[in-house]
């Protein structure tokens, strides 16, 4: 079974381009629906693209959209103290991939850009299923972070009581003085 996406967009209450991609490429097995668990044997986004304002208010340019999804019922404020821990459903996913991802985070509060472009994250397999559970996860992700190399490497175990996990990040030269401002 699969699923192509061409051409996604989501815009801000000011009509600017806060989500776009592409491309989505999703291929889910078909023993997914024999076993109930999820299994993406494949998961491609090609070019997304993210913009991110924080403005001087301190409130984003996605708050509206958060706002919308939250329905209150009077009388139940505190009914998330009351809820059972669920756990988490079991699923497996092989093969994510993000590719020319760009990411812009405009700072209006303290008047700062940022930019992760060329965006690269390869996710070769992580599972929730009980059997999976003490599997290593390992992401890799590389870019450019304001016009500075970046890369990260890490090794997890997302599904464990310990969470044992270790990373690297290998960086050019960083400008510490554009991140000042949330000092």
Do not use: W
């Not at 600017?16 to 999820?38: E, H, M, Q």
């Not at 669920?86 to 991939?97: A, D, E, I």
């Amino acid at each position: 079974l699969t699923l192509g996406v061409d051409g996604f967009l989501i815009k801000d209450k000011d009509s600017s381009t806060f989500a776009a991609f592409d491309r989505l490429f999703v291929n889910v097995s078909l023993s997914s629906l024999f076993t109930l668990t999820p299994q993406v044997s494949r998961l491609t986004l090609e070019n997304p693209v993210v913009n991110i304002i924080r403005y001087p208010s301190n409130r984003f340019n996605f708050s509206d959209m958060i706002a919308r999804g939250k329905t209150r019922v009077p009388g139940q404020e505190n009914d998330s103290l009351k809820q059972p821990e669920k756990k988490m459903p079991n699923f497996v996913l092989n093969s994510l991939n993000v590719l020319g991802g760009k990411i812009t985070f405009e700072d209006q509060a303290i008047k700062v850009n940022h930019q992760l472009e060329q965006l690269s994250l390869s996710l070769p397999f992580i599972s929730s299923r009980p059997k999976d559970a003490g599997q290593a996860v390992s992401l890799d992700m590389s870019g450019m972070l304001n016009h500075t190399e970046l890369g990260i490497k890490l090794e997890t175990t997302p599904f464990t009581d310990d969470l044992a996990s270790q990373f690297e990040i290998k960086t050019g030269d960083i400008d510490l003085l554009h991140y000042l401002g949330y000092a």
